[in-house]
């Protein structure tokens, strides 16, 4: 198995930056890539930003392209989401998920097969 935690959500104003992080811990030699998700109160859950361990491949999802930007630490078994420019309608509890699919589907959640607790980000108007 393989476990995520999530870190560093909080409360920001609009236009301002937030780093979340996610640790993993065990099978994670098993993971290729990784999910940041979200989901709003009354939402479904959305597809953020993907990247894989061992390859230059990353996927955002276009409501977030040129604001935010994922990265990893291989040594740390870390992946990170930078997000700038924040709006209030990014305001979501933010998943990270891990996948052993090397399936292209970046945004489909069912190829992901751990999730983290989530971190909640809000961002004030």
């Known amino acids: 198995q393989v476990q995520l935690v999530e870190s560093g959500g909080g409360l920001v104003q609009a236009g301002g930056s937030l780093r979340v992080s996610c640790a993993a811990a065990g099978r994670t030699f098993s993971s290729y890539g990784m999910g940041w998700f979200r989901q709003a109160p009354g939402q479904e859950r959305e597809f953020v930003a993907g990247?894989?361990?061992?390859?230059?491949?990353?996927a955002y999802a276009e409501s977030v392209k040129g604001r935010f930007t994922i990265s990893k630490n291989n040594a740390n078994n870390a992946v990170f989401l930078q997000m700038n420019n924040l709006k209030p309608e990014d305001t979501a509890v933010y998943y990270c998920a891990s996948r052993t699919n090397r399936g292209s589907r970046w945004s489909n959640g069912y190829e992901y097969d751990y999730w983290g607790q989530g971190t909640q980000v809000t961002v004030s108007s």
């Open positions: 990247i894989a361990w061992r390859a230059d491949i990353t």
